[in-house]
């Protein structure tokens, strides 16, 4: 537990639709964030063109739509360098 996030984390994958935060805010605070270094995914239903800009803004790593589960774990073995 005591662990700093940093070291907790390796990616993080998040839609943009979420109860308490959209995703777009979640990954401009995980950027912002000078310790962390962790790459994230926005996965959602969302996704258009004026969607991937928003999503280039906050610093995401990736965007893909969803349901393309196959996409989405080429994209995080890519980016954990797995693959």
Known sequence: MG???SKQ???VVSDI???VMDGLALCRR???DLKLEVPVV???SLI???MEQKCREVGADANLNKPR???LVEVMD???GIA
């Open 69 to 71: 589960l196959d996409q």
């Open 78 to 80: 890519h980016l954990l």
């Open 30 to 32: 995980l950027k912002q």
């Open 42 to 44: 926005i996965f959602s």
């Open 9 to 11: 984390l390796d990616l």
């Open 3 to 5: 662990e700093p996030l």
């Open 48 to 50: 258009n063109e004026a």
């Open 17 to 19: 639709e979420m109860p």
